[in-house]
């Protein structure tokens, strides 16, 4: 009996241990798109210079803002973390736009309930054409089920950022 | 101590669990691979989410293809000879064009499967395994054979190639392909023909192979947006003499088609295709007869292969899913210049069932 009571319980933890694995690396429900277009942020951090933060030493602090779904705030933490560990690369700190001071770059998924004043200084990235949001610099689309952006060279131009050519030849141009 | 115990006394269910673990990293595409991507990685991927299609993450693609052509009538240039003018009969004058026997229809069809491994977003691998069947109707002036069908079939040349993709951006695709053509199909079929009594050598074009290590190119530009539309020029080239010392000749195409988006899964296209085949290098002498006129029907005859064919052709993609699609093509010649006296093509048909990334 206390054998069977062992067994018993020694298959109920590996079927634990089983199910944990089977889970560990789940990620949170997030649409690839929405992967796609983190990584797509990430990437715009390394194509685009700020002025401020090259003054920045030893490594810079660049501070990306998220209006974002949860799930994809936490996803663009881990892919930062990950990115982190190559350090050639500005130190990406990933903020929530309602808690932000400063934002480099900041990701606006849907409409905003209200102003921020850290968005007067911020490039501008929309989730889409149906977001409406005044000085908006690069907004995604999608074309033949393929991720692009456009760029509104106005906004770009009138901001003193500095776009790597790389990223303008990939990008739609909005003029 | 439990643990370890544990652990090794239920070995299957513990490396099941890490199979799990490492099938799900694999499929949930993680932070780190994405962390990883340039530009060009994500312009490659499609928005397709991962949860209505993991097996889109698999390196593996699936092609099934039924090819079906067939041949009627004869060209000499571009003149078009009636089956009296090329069945030489008893009273008429004997020459180079015209033969006592002749083919009058000649149906091809071919199943290919090619199992694709993507290596890389770059490269991509691929083997092809053609399964051939042949018929040909024959007219001709030898007794007990006025009318007569012959037929062949077998597993044809394997192909292993890869693809290289030269480039990509928003707006285009470029891909290099080559590879080698093993001669794995038969060039020794055989049938009753009315050369003599059993069964003897089939002409060339019953072979089933090619006999020779061949390798095929393929440059392709693919233009994605507005107008999608591709060019392709690809070429097959031969090399050295088969076991029946002759060899098939080279082969040189540019096609280009035009896609048109009926809804987001159905795409009809239109394109055309310039093909320039060469005469067949060398003679298989089993196939000739003992008498002044050696080739007793044209598709004997070496020299008469090969020639430049502009074609028409029109059909649909249809997705059926994210992960398979169902393709659909027919062609026509508008114009063919052929050595010949040489049977002519008729029209020919695609049918070609996707699974991919």
């Known amino acids: 009996m206390k054998s069977l009571d062992f067994k018993y319980k020694k298959m109920v933890w590996l079927t634990g241990l089983l199910i944990f694995c089977s889970h560990l690396n789940a990620l949170p429900n997030l649409s690839k798109e ?21 003054k920045n030493a030893p490594r ?34 990933v903020v929530a736009i309602e808690q932000a001071q400063l934002c480099h770059l900041s990701y ?27 000085s908006t610099a690069i907004t995604f689309f999608t074309e033949g089920r393929k991720l692009r952006f456009e760029i509104d060279l106005q906004v770009l131009q009138s901001s003193d950022l500095i776009v790597s050519s790389e990223l303008l030849k990939l990008a739609r141009i909005k003029r | 101590m439990i643990l370890t115990a544990s652990l090794s006394s239920n070995k299957p269910l513990v490396i099941l669990s890490l199979i799990l673990l490492s099938f799900d990293a694999y499929t949930q595409s993680t932070p780190t691979e994405f962390a990883e991507m340039s530009f060009e990685d994500l312009f490659a991927l499609s928005i397709d989410d991962e949860g209505n299609s993991k097996e889109k993450i698999t390196p593996w693609s699936f092609v099934y293809q039924f090819k079906l052509a067939e041949f009627e009538g004869y060209l000499d240039d571009d003149k078009s000879l009636s089956n009296d003018y090329v069945l030489w009969s008893p009273g008429d004058i004997r020459n180079d064009k015209n033969f006592p026997i002749i083919p009058t229809t000649i149906t091809q069809k071919a199943h290919l499967v090619t199992i694709g491994y993507q290596f890389s977003l770059q490269w991509q691998g691929h083997l092809t395994l053609p399964y051939i069947s042949q018929s040909t109707d024959h007219i001709s002036i030898v007794g007990n054979y006025n009318a007569f069908t012959i037929n062949s079939s077998g597993y ?11 480039l990509e951006t928003q707006s285009s695709t470029s891909w290099l392909s080559m ?49 999608d539309f591709n060019v392709s020029l690809a070429a097959t080239i031969r090399t050295g003499i088969n076991d029946r010392n002759y060899r098939l000749g080279n082969s040189y195409s540019l096609a280009s088609r035009y896609r048109f988006e009926l809804s987001p899964n159905l795409q009809t296209f239109i394109g ?73 093509e008729k029209w020919r048909a695609n049918i070609q069932f996707i699974t991919s990334s």
């Open chain 1, 34 to 54: 929405q992967k796609l277009k983190s990584a797509y942020l990430l990437n715009f951090t390394r194509y685009i210079s700020w002025s401020d933060i090259a």
């Open chain 1, 60 to 93: 810079p602090i660049f501070k990306l803002c998220l209006q974002s779904s949860s799930p994809m705030f936490s996803f663009m933490q881990e892919l930062v973390a990950v990115s982190d560990l190559k350090k050639h690369h500005p130190k990406v700190q």
């Open chain 1, 108 to 134: 606006i998924q849907s409409a905003l309930s209200r102003p921020f004043s850290v968005l007067s200084d911020s490039l501008i990235v929309a989730d889409s054409k149906n977001i409406k949001q005044p």
């Open chain 2, 156 to 166: 044809g040349d394997t192909v292993l190639s890869t693809s290289y993709k030269l």
């Open chain 2, 179 to 227: 590879g080698i053509s093993l001669p794995t199909g038969s060039i020794d079929e055989k049938g009753d023909t009315p050369r003599a009594p059993g069964d003897q050598q089939l002409p060339y074009t019953m072979q089933i192979g090619s006999g020779t290590y061949d390798f095929p190119f393929q440059l392709t530009y693919q233009n994605i947006g507005k107008h």
């Open chain 2, 272 to 344: 055309g295709e310039a093909q320039y085949t060469q005469a067949i290098n060398g003679q298989d002498n089993a196939l000739l007869v003992p008498a002044a006129f050696i080739y007793p029907a044209s598709i004997t005859n070496p020299k008469y292969f090969g020639g430049k064919k502009i074609s028409l052709k029109t059909g649909f993609n249809w997705r059926l899913s994210e992960q398979y699609s169902l393709s659909i093509q027919v062609s026509k010649p508008l114009y063919q210049y052929l050595n010949g006296p040489q049977p002519k």
